[in-house]
C-alpha cells in the first residue's frame, strides 16, 4: 500500500466532491492549524470509541477495527466493493494496489471481518506509530488523522480537506459501530 501522500491531484479533486459542510466538531478552527484540531477532536471521542479496551493505547487490532467501522459507511458491517474503493482512495490515495476482488476470497462481492484481516497491511499504522513502540497514543492517532486529511500537507485543514471527516461527527455512536464489527483478530 502506498500512502495519502503520494495522492494524485485527481484524487484530491474527486473528494472535494464531498459535502463539506457541518462535518467537524463544534469550535473547530481551521486556521489554528494542528493544535487547534486536536484539542477538539480530543474531545469528539473518537480515538476513546476506537480503544475498545480503553487502555489509552490503540492496538493494530483496534486501529484495523476502527479503519473496518469507518469504510462500512453504511453500517451493515460488510464492506462493498464501492465502499472499499472510496475508503481505498481516501485513506491511502489513487496509487492504492490493494485489489478488492483478491481480498473478497469467498467472491460475495463484500469484504467481511475475517477477509479484511486476512488482507490487512500494517504499514499505515507503522507509519502513525512515531516513536515506534507499536501502539499508537492519542497524539500519534490524532497527528496522523490530521496529516491525512491534509491533502495538500500545507498543516491547515481546508473547508474541502473537512470533507476527509464525512460521518465522523455527525451523530452516530462510533463506539457501538466498533464493537459491532467485533475484534477482528
Ligand atoms: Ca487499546
Ligand atoms: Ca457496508
Ligand atoms: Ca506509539
Ligand atoms: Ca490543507
Known amino acids: 500500500m502506498t500512502f495519502r501522500k503520494f495522492a494524485t491531484v485527481t484524487a484530491i479533486a474527486s473528494l472535494l466532491a464531498v459535502p463539506a459542510a457541518a462535518q467537524m466538531y463544534d469550535g473547530f478552527d481551521s486556521n489554528a492549524g494542528y493544535d487547534g484540531f486536536t484539542t477538539g477532536f480530543n474531545e469528539a471521542g473518537y480515538y476513546n470509541a476506537w480503544d475498545s479496551d480503553s487502555d489509552n493505547m490503540l492496538s493494530d487490532r483496534e486501529f484495523a477495527t476502527g479503519m473496518y467501522a469507518d469504510w462500512d459507511s453504511d453500517n451493515d ?22 485489489d478488492f476482488d483478491t481480498l ?32 499508537l497514543n492519542n497524539d500519534e492517532f490524532s497527528t ?16 474541502e480537506e473537512e470533507g476527509w471527516f464525512e460521518g465522523w461527527f455527525d451523530g452516530d455512536d462510533i463506539e457501538a459501530e466498533v464493537k459491532e464489527v467485533g475484534d477482528l483478530w
Do not use: C, F, K, P
Open 104 to 135: 473478497d476470497e469467498d467472491s460475495s462481492g463484500y469484504l467481511d471481518q475475517s477477509e479484511w484481516s486476512a488482507g490487512w497491511n500494517n504499514d499505515y499504522y507503522t507509519a502513525w506509530d512515531s516513536d515506534s513502540d507499536g501502539l
Open 77 to 98: 458491517v460488510q464492506i462493498s466493493s464501492d465502499e472499499y474503493a472510496v475508503g481505498a482512495e481516501r485513506w491511502y490515495g489513487a496509487d492504492h494496489d490493494g
Open 144 to 159: 496522523g488523522v490530521y496529516n491525512t486529511a491534509d491533502l495538500d500537507a500545507d498543516q491547515y485543514i481546508s473547508v
